[in-house]
Nanobody
């Protein structure tokens, strides 16, 4: 079992910045890509950004150039630096980790979610 604890959400004005953090603990295998998803009211959950333990990253087109994902493998912690925030970034942000003994049997774990609201 894996536990994820998120922090860093809140209310910010358009153009502002926020940094989300997520610490994972428990039974984490060496294969453990982590990422951030978000879900706005009435919309499906979508991938925002992901990062492998080797540092390979990917981003949703809507956040490229504004958001930066990073991780500290020693702490099993992933971060999401969000700059130039827009009202359309408003959503509940969820931390995710996929872990398993091989790429063919990864199991998903989710954080509790943290609200990000971008509004003037």
């Amino acid at each position: 079992q894996v536990q994820l604890v998120e922090s860093g959400g809140g209310l910010v004005q358009p153009g502002g910045s926020l940094r989300l953090s997520c610490a994972a603990s428990g039974s984490i295998f060496s294969i453990n890509p982590m990422g951030w998803y978000r879900q706005a009211p009435g919309k499906e959950r979508e991938l925002v950004a992901g990062v492998t333990s080797g540092g390979r990253v990917n981003y949703a087109d809507s956040v490229k150039g504004r958001f930066t994902i990073s991780r500290d493998n020693a702490k099993n912690t992933v971060y999401l630096q969000m700059n130039s925030l827009k009202p359309e970034d408003t959503a509940v942000y969820y931390c995710n980790i996929k872990t398993g003994s091989s790429w063919y049997n990864l199991k998903d774990y989710w954080g509790q979610g943290t609200q990000v609201t971008v509004s003037s």
